[in-house]
């Protein structure tokens, strides 16, 4: 069958058309801009994607055209589809009728952490050995890609509370049918789809009443918006995590290497020991091996399997290291992830080094300007901030960006990339750490950085102090 996919550049869609591929469909696709990581999955999979939604693609005529969320009516493509009556179904649609229809599905919701805590449980339930599938919206580093078809029964899935297409506003994870459900965390995201919390709080209800009686919910126990949803109705055990009564650490170190103790109630399993910083980062843990446990991978296993995780493309990945400076690529871009991040990294940091922190409010929530005193709070904990708000474009920040920020002692707002990589670099000292923080491409910011700082470190007699 040839499938022609709507907005194949998404970390969704993307990963939806490697599995097509590889279940042997012919696959073409479309978008106005595909970048890293997605872009290089496309060009291994043999997915040359075409720029932008041309009407002509109508002439294509596959069997079937798979329309992503990022399309709405006056898409001139789409309309060319409506008009000639072809056939088209959403992404979540095709998913649950070709991919995870027979399989048992784990689904990991929540507004942070979906795609480590994901990447996570793929990786415990791989070394356990059973071999599963995956989607996740991002690169876990000891798979190397975002989605596969695996060759056991378990598929693992992000589970994304965002509309499904223009012409099915339920959240895309209602499509799923879990057998085992995560749910992280829950706060207000999404801004221009859901007017406020209790919205979002309905669409989990949603999803939890499409988890059978004889399936799992894994629930963060600490969190106010997720207790609600339960207080709706659950018709699932559940399980919880980071509370006493459920799976908890004890004895936590994060001095040098990351380590602590894992609970269910007042049995101990065992010293866990992560790769990743931040207690954010160890909920994510315990959630994993709850779920592992759900699908039954003994607790000790899970725990050896996640002291050989690797992580995650740009969750704090080092990017390079130019002029004594290292430069983080992370995909932070609410402000309690952004808390999150910086906090993370403060505790990975021994000593006191300076934290540069660059980021991009790219998200049509933080493009609104609906949680401007919360992102100023979060970039509290970095030294210096510098912001990328264009004022035109399709990423245009419809707020004064340099007028919020005003009050983090003198934050530099760019609406250029090169000039904002070069103040970056500029301001830098040797010994300092920048991380870059942004949900989309961000123009390769990183790169753009961390060859400015090249630049800098070839010149002669250069003062390695920096500007800050």
Not at 336 to 343: D, M, R
Request: charged share 20%; net charge negative.
């Amino acid at each position: 069958m040839h499938l022609h996919i709507l907005g194949i550049g998404g970390t969704f869609m993307g990963g939806l058309a490697q599995l097509a591929k590889v279940t042997g469909h012919r696959v073409t696709g479309c978008d106005t801009a595909v970048y890293p990581p997605m872009s290089e999955q496309l060009r291994l999979a043999g997915i040359d994607p075409i720029e932008g939604f041309s009407a002509d693609q109508v002439g294509l005529r596959p069997d079937c055209f798979v329309v992503g969320n990022v399309v709405t009516r006056g898409n001139a493509l789409m309309e060319a589809i409506l008009d000639s009556g072809a056939r088209f179904v959403s992404g979540p649609q095709w998913l649950h009728e070709n991919v995870l229809d027979g399989r048992d599905v784990l689904a990991v919701a929540g507004t942070h952490g979906k795609t480590t805590t994901a990447s996570m449980l793929a990786w415990i339930l791989e070394r356990s050995g059973a071999a599963p599938g995956f989607l996740i919206g991002g690169v876990p580093l000891d798979f190397g890609t975002s989605a596969r078809i695996g060759a056991g029964r378990a598929f693992v899935i992000e589970a994304d509370e965002y509309d499904t297409a223009f012409f099915d506003k339920r959240s895309k994870f209602v499509h799923y049918f879990p057998r085992i459900a995560v749910l992280n965390n829950l706060e207000f995201d999404h801004a221009d789809i859901f007017p406020d919390l209790a919205a979002i709080e309905t669409q989990f209800h949603h999803l939890i009443r499409c988890i059978r009686a004889g399936g799992r919910l894994i629930v963060n126990g600490s969190d106010p918006a997720l207790a609600r949803v339960l207080q709706r109705g659950c018709w699932t055990p559940v399980e919880r995590f980071d509370v006493a009564d459920g799976w908890h650490a004890t004895a936590v170190e994060e001095a040098g290497q990351h380590e602590f103790d894992v609970h269910l109630e007042a049995t101990a399993y065992g010293r866990a020991r992560l790769a990743l910083a931040g207690g954010h980062n160890r909920s994510n843990a315990l959630a994993a091996l709850a779920a592992a446990s759900a699908a039954a991978v003994a607790p000790a296993v899970a725990i050896e399997a996640l002291q050989t995780f690797s992580g995650v493309r740009r969750r704090l990945e080092v990017a390079g290291t130019a002029f004594g400076v290292t430069v983080y690529d992370d995909f932070a871009h609410h402000p309690s992830a952004i808390a999150a991040t910086l906090q993370a990294l403060r505790r990975r940091l021994a000593g006191a080094p300076r934290l540069l922190a660059v980021f991009e409010p790219r998200s049509n929530t933080m493009r609104l300007g609906s949680m401007r005193q919360a992102l100023l709070d979060s970039l509290q904990l970095a030294d210096s901030v510098f912001c990328y708000a264009p004022r035109q474009g399709r990423h245009a920040v419809a707020w004064d960006a340099a007028e919020a920020l005003a009050a983090l002692n003198g934050a530099t707002v760019a609406e250029d990339l090169d000039s904002l990589a070069a103040q970056v670099a500029q301001a830098a000292r040797t010994g300092d750490h920048v991380v870059v923080m942004s949900n989309g491409g961000f123009g390769g910011m990183p790169s753009r950085i961390l060859a400015e700082l090249a630049r800098r470190e070839r010149s002669p007699a250069v003062d390695r102090r920096g500007s800050g």
